[in-house]
């Protein structure tokens, strides 16, 4: 059944035709059994056959088929051919134009023709042996079907437009539905991809310094070696611990289950980073004035992964025998950091070589992040040389 009926909504013409040939067989019939004479027989079965085509292209030209049909209707009240069965194409067609919602003349032009139509038509073929009233009547209930024709019409044409704006404004949102998502996406790829970074080229950094290390003095100094290799070890734990705490904020998806993981790096773990990078042969003074205090977890995270990035940068750009600074300044409404080092510097370093990964994704994810938290960084040489970082980071009450 469903395929009937979009079969039938696809060829709207020769449904349209069908039925036209439908009221031409009727009203032929009706015209040779109501008409007397040869002449009036002959414009009925003209009058049946022009408004069986109005029917069949009511859809194709709905408003020259409805200049046809009032063009017909003139026609039958002066050559005096009473109404009939064909008559049933002036409903169709004043329906068909009112739900079209074409041209504004048109529609009045229907909705007169069918109010006038029955007046007409008691004017010109009077009901005998009924009074004034029974006229008046009759007439009315004639009228009803045209006007109700024209109503149900513009009532369709009302419900087709509002479907319309529906459909349009659902392809809008799912148009803006998919734009947003892939802002999320790009969003999401972004913060995994500074997440990658921060975990992996800080410790990776710091195990390649050691090994290094310990390869050299293995045969001079075992214990230093030995040493070297803890501290690898140590920092290779530390990375899988990250990465075990990243992937399941991941999985978790809105950080509900992610308690069990390691927590994000705060603050007060910058010393223990500053150690660790001491620990891998780089000279790094660290200082913190002002009055420390809780920080928004965004905002702590971003301080964190700032001077780890700036120190790993320093590892990797400074070249050898390279010295560092860390500064944590406490304001009132705001917190500073400072990270220098006396090397070459990372922006010449990367110009010569490319760096280790060729990119400088660790400068593009530190303006990220403090973009993130509504604050501002600086990065480039130092005079005298080397490479300074330094942010400021805009303080909110804790969450």
């Known amino acids: 059944m469903q395929r009937l009926y979009d079969f039938l909504r696809r060829h709207p013409l020769g449904v ?8 031409l067989g009727v009203s032929l019939v009706w015209a040779v059994q109501a008409e007397q004479g040869v002449a009036p027989r002959l414009f009925a079965m003209s009058l ?4 069986s085509v109005a029917v069949a292209l ?3 030209a709905a408003d020259a088929m409805l200049v046809l049909v009032a063009v017909l209707g003139v026609a039958q009240l002066a050559l005096d051919v009473r109404p009939g069965l064909p008559d049933f194409a002036m409903l169709v067609l004043i329906y068909t134009v009112a739900a079209a919602g074409g041209r504004r003349w048109a529609s009045r032009l229907a909705l007169v023709g069918g109010i006038v139509a029955a007046p007409l038509s008691q004017v010109r073929w009077p009901i005998q042996d009924v009074n004034a009233a029974g006229r008046l009547f009759f007439t009315v209930v004639l009228t009803v079907p045209f006007v109700l024709a024209w109503v149900l019409g513009d009532s369709m044409r009302t419900r087709r437009a509002y479907f319309n704006q529906l459909v349009e404004r659902a392809a809008r949102l799912e148009k803006e539905r998919e734009a947003q998502a892939k802002v999320a996406v790009a969003a999401e790829r972004a913060r995994i991809a500074r ?27 075992p214990a230093q070696a030995k040493q070297a290799l803890e501290t690898i070890s140590g920092t290779g734990r530390q990375a899988l611990a990250e990465m075990r705490r990243l992937l399941g904020v991941l999985r978790a998806g809105d950080g509900e289950e992610s308690g069990e993981y390691v927590p994000q790096p705060d603050v007060e773990q910058i010393e223990v980073l500053v150690e660790q990078v001491r620990q891998a042969g780089i000279t ?9 205090r809780q920080l928004p977890s965004g905002v702590e995270l971003t301080a964190y992964r700032i001077v780890q990035e700036a120190l790993t940068n320093s590892r990797k750009h400074g070249g050898p025998d390279v010295g560092a600074s860390v ?27 490319r760096g280790a990964d060729g990119h400088g994704q660790g400068l593009i994810g530190m303006r990220e992040r403090v973009g993130m938290v509504g604050g501002t960084l600086d990065a480039g040489p130092r005079p005298g040389g080397g490479f300074r970082i330094s942010a400021l980071l805009p303080l909110r009450p804790a969450d």
């Open 16 to 23: 349209d035709c069908f039925w036209a040939v439908v009221l």
């Open 48 to 51: 049946s056959v022009l408004l």
């Open 58 to 60: 009511r859809r194709v």
């Open 195 to 221: 997440e990658l970074h921060d975990v992996v080229a800080h410790n990776v950094s710091v195990m390649v310094v050691q090994a290094d290390g310990a390869a050299y003095v293995l045969d001079a100094a």
């Open 284 to 292: 790094v003074d660290f200082k913190v004035e002002g009055t420390p």
């Open 327 to 353: 500064r944590l300044v406490y304001f009132d409404d705001g917190l500073g950091l400072l990270v220098e080092d006396d090397g070459r510097g990372a922006a010449q370093a990367m110009q010569e070589d």
